[in-house]
C-alpha cells in the first residue's frame, strides 16, 4: 500500500498539518539533539581555526622579529 493511496481521502489539514506536527512531537528530542550537535561541532572547529590561525601569526611574527637580529 502505497502512502499516495493512504492519504487520498484524508482532508488538506491531515497532509499539511497533522501529519508534520505529530512528526515533530515524536521526533522533536532527536532533531534537536542533531541541530545542537552539528552547531556544537562548527563551534569547535571555528575555535580551531581562529587558535591555529593565531598561532601560525604569532610564530611567524617571532621568526620574522627574530630574524632581524634586533636583540
Excluded at 7 to 16: A, D, E, I, L, S
Excluded at 36 to 49: A, D, E, P, R, S
Aim: no cysteine.
Amino acid at each position: 500500500m502505497a502512502v499516495q493511496e493512504i492519504f487520498t481521502g484524508m482532508p488538506w489539514w491531515v497532509k499539511w498539518i497533522a501529519v508534520p506536527v505529530i512528526a515533530i512531537v515524536v521526533f522533536g528530542g532527536l532533531i534537536a539533539s542533531v541541530i545542537g550537535f552539528v552547531i556544537g561541532l562548527l563551534f569547535k572547529v571555528l575555535i580551531f581555526v581562529i587558535l591555529v590561525g593565531g598561532l601560525v601569526f604569532v610564530v611567524r611574527k617571532f621568526m620574522s622579529s627574530s630574524s632581524r637580529g634586533d636583540w
